[in-house]
Structure formats: structure tokens, C-alpha cells
Antibody
Framework: EVQLLESGGGLVQAGGSLRLSCAASTFTLSSYAMSWVRQAPGKGLEWVSSISGSGVSTYYADSVRGRFTISRDSSKNTLYLQMNSLRADDTAVYFC???????????????WGQGTLVTVSS | DIQMTQSPSSVSASVGDRVIITCRASQGIGSWLAWYQQKPGKAPELLIYAASSLQSGVPSRFSGSGSGTDFTLTISSLQPEDFATYYCQQANSFPYTFGQGTKLEIK
């Protein structure tokens, strides 16, 4: 069974930084596109960032571009989201998600990790 | 950006009912649409992808249809475990966007 385990969330002051990790098990992370999706408390889902299977292409929501960086470490089979210049409206549960199909395309999120809560205090 | 609008925002139904949730895109997205189910405190789960393809392990009472701008998710006979929030998502172009969600509640 594919498993994704996020970590790294917590409480941080506005302007601070956090790095989220998403450890993958039972599959090779570099064979799939991967994404981060967030959900503010009581709100809907917001796509944040994706990295293609090849790792060559990265994509960001306008709300995080220039502040967040998606990356992965194939040796650790782990996906990362480096978050800088955090703002109060970045407060959310952050989910990592694998693409349904192997390859470079980014389409369908399946499965998702359990999520990690990031709280930014102002 | 492509805006995704779901309706209704919430719906009350009984076990055994047939429920239809709609999702409209602000511009044509072909069949680049997915549906997810989310239960409280849990991560979303993929139900339908490419507008009408049923994800492995998902019960056949779930079905999806549509193309272009108008899509539907149909649950043919509600079961107790189906009460949850449902989201559509477009994968036609970045930034990928989700609908606002439809909360399915027990009548």
C-alpha cells in the first residue's frame, strides 16, 4: 500500500520559515509527479505546488510563488516544501499527494498523506 | 485562472437516495476533471478522474459524466459512509483549481 507521511508543520511567527517533508514508502517518488495541496481551517482545498516526475518542471500558485519552493530528494524518497516569508493566510493543513499515474504529467492526486498543520501567528 | 463552481453547496439526503452534484468550469476543460471525497479530519480520496473513470476500489454506485464546462457526480444509492464533502478539481491548466465543495448531510 502506498503511504505518504508528512512532517514539519508547527507554529511559526509571520515572516518565518518552515520546511515540510513528505516521506514516501512502497513506491519510488521520482517515478511520479508530486504535489502539495492545502486546506485552511474550515475551508476548501487549494492547490499549492507541483513537481513533474522528471523533476525538471515545477509549478506554483500565485499566492505562494517566490516564497515557497518544492523539491525532492530521491536518495531519501522524500518530497519537500520550503516555505519562507510565511503569512497568517498560509495557516492550513498541508497535504502532499502523489499523481495517480507514473510519468511526468501532473493530473490526479492519489493518494494523499494525512496532512500536517502549519499555523502562522501574526 | 479557471474557476470551478459546484452546486449545491450542501444537500440533505437519506440512505438509498440518488444524489447528483454538479461542477461548472469557467472555461472548457475537456475531460480534465476529478472528484474527491473528504470526511472530517481526513485527507481527500480520489473517486473519479478524467471526468468519468472510476478509481480502483471505489464503489460502482459512484459515477461521473460531462465534458467541456459541465460535469456531474452521481451517487446512485446513498450509503451511510457516503456522507462527506465532495470536491471537483480541474487538471486542464495550472493553476489547478478546486470547486468550493458540496457537503452531503443526512436528512
Amino acid at each position: 500500500e502506498v503511504q505518504l507521511l508528512e512532517s514539519g508543520g508547527g507554529l511559526v511567527q509571520a515572516g518565518g520559515s518552515l520546511r515540510l517533508s513528505c516521506a514516501a514508502s512502497t513506491f519510488t517518488l521520482s517515478s511520479y509527479a508530486m504535489s502539495w495541496v492545502r486546506q485552511a481551517p474550515g475551508k476548501g482545498l487549494e492547490w499549492v505546488s507541483s513537481i513533474s516526475g522528471s523533476g525538471v518542471s515545477t509549478y506554483y500558485a500565485d499566492s505562494v510563488r517566490g516564497r515557497f519552493t518544492i523539491s525532492r530528494d530521491s536518495s531519501k524518497n522524500t518530497l519537500y516544501l520550503q516555505m519562507n516569508s510565511l503569512r497568517a493566510d498560509d495557516t492550513a493543513v498541508y497535504f502532499c499527494a502523489k499523481d495517480l499515474m507514473a510519468g511526468t504529467t501532473i493530473n490526479w492526486f492519489d493518494p494523499w498523506g494525512q496532512g500536517t498543520l502549519v499555523t502562522v501567528s501574526s | 485562472d479557471i474557476q470551478m463552481t459546484q452546486s449545491p453547496s450542501s444537500v440533505s439526503a437519506s440512505v438509498g437516495d440518488r444524489v447528483i452534484i454538479t461542477c461548472r468550469a469557467s472555461q472548457g476543460i475537456g475531460s480534465w476533471l476529478a472528484w474527491y471525497q473528504q470526511k472530517p479530519g481526513k485527507a481527500p480520496e480520489l473517486l473519479i478522474y478524467a471526468a468519468s473513470s472510476l478509481q480502483s476500489g471505489v464503489p460502482s454506485r459512484f459515477s461521473g459524466s460531462g465534458s467541456g464546462t459541465d460535469f456531474t457526480l452521481t451517487i446512485s444509492s446513498l450509503q451511510p459512509e457516503d456522507f462527506a464533502t465532495y470536491y471537483c478539481q480541474q487538471a486542464n491548466s495550472f493553476p489547478y483549481t478546486f470547486g468550493q465543495g458540496t457537503k452531503l448531510e443526512i436528512k
